[in-house]
């Protein structure tokens, strides 16, 4: 047999739009403004839908042979649905949100739409069950009984859904007598007595919120027994001996989760196969937006995790999305708990070790990446992100290892070149880091950060030309990167064109106004184009290797790899300076020098001499504050600190130096307000200083 229902529907449901057609039904459904009046014929009304049939059964034709039907409580979106689906048998719920569903089907169960409504409640349960549990309460109190019924088998199994839910003090007294029936409820008696304490108190606004200091009415206003129960209970403290006759809520068999079978029958088998599946179901969508880099609705795992607190997995990937979204704290605490239940899982190791890195916790995150390395020796990511902790760390050898090793694995790894190239150029191997840069670039020939890194080793090895092509072509990706304008302006002053480097050094310094390298350079370039500039003392410089401004900046970064060359640099310096007395950048320059070779009077000299100059330079405060700690000179480092806060509030840097320097003097307790105040304003700013936040704990 051949069916044609395809065109027998689609003419039946040309029907109730052809407006000609006589009709002997009106229904107006909503409220005005919202309201709509629909045309439609009782014969259709009656064999396809059985509430119709009882209704219009009863009713007599208004003096235009019309029967009119008003249902206020149905909206206009609502009810085009149930009256498509009477006329045509189809039904099409693309982009529906999941509430209309819900209205859709408490209709089409008002209806006895009971093909309908056994549909609409398979889409709620398996396609929308996120919403579902987000809204239980609602729906457990207005979805039909079948609907109900799977609602009940996932209370009994997972009850902390609905107690722990907002909507719980919500619920009706009814339907909370109703959940405090059920049997084989998983949970503890002593948990549901103070969920029903929390209702109550909700209900009665009066109610002390302290049970124990209830009055006799307020003890009355909260009774949820039955009323001969409750005159049993009076009874019986009346009559000792006599025995309560009424008994409601009898004890409950407390089960473990994977052993409960609760005596409902199963109303549909989709029932019992997405029991089984919701946490499953929850992590797969939290799994898909986390892809999707959608990371707030990733946070569906939290529903999850509500369900099966203890899942590995879950707490692993809810994990991983607070590691992206940068929520750190919240990150190791889910991958802590997933590493206490399984020690050896690798994306746990992977992305706390990520989490410590960007904490600046680098032991931590050496720990976890190497335990994961013994685990996946040629992991490829895992030997980059300890390759580049190394890096961090200033541990250049251990870093080329790693590094060596994954680019044996990949010779095209971007990210490992990259690391490696700048490792390359901080101990000096400049030709080194020019074969990774360019490899890179042949690569990916736009990243303005590489582009910017082979400009930098260029501009080391005095090809300036060179240096100045890739650093223009990096600020046209990046027009307003601060860093790559400053390199640039230092790169057109050694070519002699200190216009283009004055341009560059000012439109750094509207985006970074405290830029000391930039303002010092910006002071150098402009009398650089006065008609007095000496070219003997440029070309001096030349011949001498004076660091240029970046090079002087980095002084602090150096690593043992220069240690050798620090003699030969202070005789350079030192040789320039009996030329040149009060050259601010050399003088700074020469400073640090001493301090890395632990000089730390001749330090002070330096620095004293170059902020009799620049009273303001942050930079030199903060050394020179640096030089006092070490020395033990406590109150002067001290006062260096405060002139730099003086200028600068929000420094960071400083904000925790001050609390170093209070801890030394054994002043901390007398300073715990302004400490506070400081480790506020410091953890806006950075989330990698923990020195004071541990010592005012303590």
């Known amino acids: 047999m051949i069916n044609f229902f395809e065109i027998l529907s689609k003419n039946i449901g040309d029907i109730l739009n052809d407006y000609d057609n006589e009709c002997n039904v009106i229904i107006e459904v909503g409220e005005e403004p919202n309201s709509r009046a629909f045309k439609a014929h009782s ?181 949820l027994l039955d009323s001969t129960l409750w005159q049993d209970i009076m009874m019986k403290f009346m009559a000792p001996n006599l025995s309560i006759a009424t008994t409601i809520l009898p004890p409950r068999n407390i089960q473990p989760i994977n052993t409960i079978s609760p005596p409902i029958s199963d109303p549909c088998q989709i029932f019992t196969s997405q029991l089984t599946s919701i946490a499953t179901a929850l992590k797969k969508c939290g799994k898909k937006h986390l892809e999707k880099n959608e990371n707030d609705k990733a946070l569906d795992l939290s529903k999850s995790l509500e369900i099966d607190p203890t899942n590995v997995d879950t707490l692993c990937l809810r994990g991983k999305t607070f590691c992206i979204m940068k929520r750190h704290d919240d990150a190791l605490e889910d991958l802590n708990k997933s590493l206490t239940i399984l020690s050896t899982n690798t994306t746990a190791l992977k992305f706390r070790g990520i989490t410590y890195l960007r904490m600046n916790r680098f032991d931590d995150a050496i720990k976890d990446l190497s335990k994961l390395l013994e685990i996946l020796p040629n992991d490829l990511h895992t030997l980059y992100l300890r390759g580049d902790t190394y890096f961090l760390m200033e541990n250049y050898d251990d870093a080329l290892e790693d590094l060596n090793k994954s680019l044996e694995i990949d010779p095209e790894y971007t990210a490992s070149l990259n690391i490696r190239g700048n490792i390359y150029r901080m101990i000096d191997r400049n030709e080194d880091a020019l074969i ?91 009398e650089d184009t006065r008609e007095d500039t000496s070219t003997d003392l440029i070309m001096l410089k030349e011949e001498l290797k004076v660091p240029n401004e970046r090079g002087i900046l980095n002084l602090k970064n150096f690593s043992p790899h220069h240690m ?129 936040k541990k010592h005012l704990n303590s």
């Not at 910017?452 to 990706?477: F, Q, S």
């Not at 400053?486 to 985006?511: C, P, Q, V």
């Not at 600068?648 to 715990?672: K, S, T």
């Open 436 to 526: 990774d840069f360019t490899k890179s670039l042949e690569i990916n020939p736009v990243d303005m950060f590489i582009l910017r890194n082979r400009g930098l080793v260029y501009h080391t090895m005095k090809r300036y030309k060179e240096a100045l092509i890739d650093l223009t072509k990096a600020l046209e990706i990046d027009p307003n990167n601060g860093y790559t304008l400053r390199i640039r302006g230092f790169t057109y002053h050694r070519l002699g064109e200190f216009n283009e480097a004055l341009a560059d050094l000012t439109k750094s310094l509207d985006i970074e106004p405290n830029n000391t390298a930039a303002l010092r350079s910006c002071e150098d370039t402009r």
């Open 43 to 223: 014969i259709i009304l009656k064999y396809r839908c059985s509430y119709f049939k009882d209704l219009l059964s009863t009713m007599t034709n208004n003096d235009y042979d019309i029967k009119l039907i008003k249902r206020a409580d149905i909206s206009i979106t609502i009810f085009e649905f149930i009256l498509k689906y009477i006329y045509e048998g189809t039904i099409s719920l693309e982009e529906v949100e999941s509430p209309i569903i819900l209205d859709l089907l408490i209709t089409s169960n008002e209806f006895h739409l009971e093909e309908l409504t056994k549909y609409l409640q398979q889409i709620l349960i398996t396609d929308k069950f996120p919403w579902l549990l987000s809204n239980f309460s609602q729906i457990y109190q207005t979805c039909s009984k079948n609907l109900q019924q799977f609602c009940v088998e996932i209370i009994t199994k997972y009850p902390n859904i609905i107690f722990d839910s907002d909507d719980f003090i919500l619920l009706s007294v009814d339907i909370l007598i109703s959940i405090l029936n059920l049997n084989y409820l998983n949970i503890s008696e002593g948990k549901i007595w103070n969920y029903v304490i929390k209702w109550g108190i909700s209900q009665n606004l009066s109610l002390n919120v302290n049970p124990k200091r209830w009055s006799d009415d307020e003890v009355l206003t909260m009774k």
């Open 564 to 692: 050798s060359k620090y003699e030969i640099a202070l005789k350079d310096l030192t040789k320039y300076i009996e030329f040149v007395p009060n050259d601010t950048c050399v003088l700074l320059c020469r400073g640090n020098i001493y301090i890395k070779m632990n000089k730390y009077k001749e330090a002070l000299e330096d620095l004293n001499r170059f902020l009799e100059i620049n009273p303001n330079d942050l930079s030199a405060l903060e050394t020179r504050s640096e030089i006092y700690f070490k020395m033990e000179m406590y109150e002067k480092a001290l006062d260096d600190v405060n002139e730099v806060l003086r200028i600068d509030p929000d420094n960071a840097a400083a904000l925790e130096g001050r609390g170093q320097i209070y801890y030394r003097m054994n002043r901390f307790l007398y300073h715990v307000p302004v400490l506070k105040e400081d480790a506020k304003r410091r953890s806006k700013l950075s989330e990698s200083s923990q020195y004071s």
